[in-house]
């Protein structure tokens, strides 16, 4: 069966779903996607940079310190260990994906989460969708929206040549693959080229440089995973200044 199951009245009408407890699911992740949208939350919580797929770069947050290392989750438990928590991951288990051939966008849901029985139903008693799923299915649609903007602004800081190979070196990132910001290049764009990036470009260029600040905090909570205990209140030594923490598109 595939990760990911397209959502269908069809089919899945009398089916269920079991919400997601933890983020146990992101345990092997070393980055995860970021939106321009949450910007603000994201640059006081993680190092963030950029990575290249086939041409085009994409913004990511890093979770660890090498590959597969993930210190942003308590490690028996699945618990967040922080105040704000990418959207990518609290959409989880559902997904919407473009339908082959087509511009149109379908709701997915994962795989494992998938039941006959127990958990929340998918759909209701007329045969529509579940109010909390609609909700789900306005939260990654919007997630969704957000993706292709924050993609084009990532290449468009590319096409300038602003965006370089990040230079691992002792107490910096072991992810591979990473670039980030040349702010010495940035800082040579000429009046016209600045201008092409006005808005979502350059707020994801001067995110990205802001977020180096969080490597003191990254290099903490390698620490704390090394030991063997983590104390149940880890959360409040990394507490975010803002009581606004919800996504933020704006």
């Known amino acids: 069966m595939s990760n990911w199951v397209t959502v269908s009245r069809q089919q899945h009408v009398s089916m269920r779903y079991a919400p997601r407890q933890d983020y146990q699911f992101t345990a092997e992740q070393a980055i995860v996607p970021i939106l321009a949208g949450e910007l603000r939350q994201a640059l006081t919580q993680f190092v963030m940079g950029f990575i290249k797929r086939e041409e085009r770069y994409y913004l990511v947050a890093l979770l660890g310190r090498a590959a ?11 618990r967040w260990l922080g105040t704000y928590v990418p959207a990518h991951f609290r959409g989880y288990p559902f997904a919407v994906a473009r339908q082959k051939d087509s511009e149109a966008m379908v709701l997915q849901v994962h795989a494992d989460h998938l ?3 127990g958990g929340e139903p998918l759909f209701d008693e007329q045969g529509e969708l579940a109010e909390q799923v609609k909700q789900q299915l306005d939260f990654v649609g919007e997630c969704a929206k957000n993706r292709r903007l924050t993609n084009n ?3 468009a800081l590319a096409e300038q040549g602003i965006l370089q ?3 691992v070196n002792e107490g910096g990132p072991g992810v591979k693959g990473l670039y980030q910001v040349e702010e010495a290049a940035l800082n040579k764009l000429t009046a016209q080229q600045l201008h092409s990036l006005q808005g979502m470009p350059l707020a994801v260029a001067y995110g990205q440089i802001f977020s180096m600040a969080q490597h003191d905090q990254l290099a903490q909570r390698a620490a704390l995973h ?3 205990g983590i104390p149940e209140s880890v959360d409040e030594l990394f507490a975010d200044d803002s009581d606004d923490l919800q996504f933020d598109f704006g």
């Open 115 to 117: 039941l006959k029985q």
């Open 153 to 155: 602004a990532c290449q």
């Open 68 to 78: 597969h290392s993930h210190h942003y989750i308590h490690p028996e438990d699945g």
């Open 165 to 167: 190979p990040w230079q």
């Open 226 to 228: 090394a030991k063997l």
